[in-house]
């Protein structure tokens, strides 16, 4: 394997849904991504959204996909929404490739931390973050309303 990190293109967000898709079934939600490509051009296009791009070679092996919060207790913020990587290539160091340049993007522009979710029953990614000396909260829960 010949893995390279960049930064997503607009071109590259079929690649990022698709892997998005890819990710909903893992979650064991195939039918959770409602949302469209357009969504995702519209929100590149206005700078909302962010994306690094795993490759071997030329294919699109994963990626990360993250856009500005605020916390009002430590300031801007990145949020990582999906980090995914196909399963036919991951235990390879991609995944750790993907967020070290996650980590260093988010420090290069300005943000004071990163923060995303994990499913309590996901083992791997857990230990993932921990090997990351990320904290893992499991006193607040989350809250939604979807329109």
Not at 24 to 29: D, S, V
Request: charged fraction near 30%; hydrophobic fraction near 45%.
């Amino acid at each position: 394997m010949k893995i390279h990190i960049r930064e997503g293109k607009y071109e590259d967000l079929p690649a990022a849904f698709e892997l998005v898709k890819e990710l909903a079934i893992y979650e064991k939600e195939p039918d959770a991504v409602t949302t469209n490509i357009e969504a995702y051009q519209k929100a590149y296009n206005d700078d909302r959204l962010f994306c690094l791009i795993a490759e071997d070679e030329d294919l699109v092996i994963g990626m990360a996909l993250y856009y500005w919060a605020f916390s009002t207790w430590k300031g801007p913020m990145m949020y990582l929404e999906d980090f995914v990587v196909n399963e036919s290539h991951r235990r390879h160091g991609v995944g750790q490739q993907l967020f070290d340049a996650f980590i260093k993007d988010s420090k290069a522009r300005g943000a004071a931390m990163v923060k995303w979710q994990v499913l309590d029953w996901n083992e791997m990614a857990i230990n993932f973050y921990k090997k990351n000396n990320a904290t893992i909260e499991t006193e607040w829960w989350n809250g939604k309303i979807i329109f």
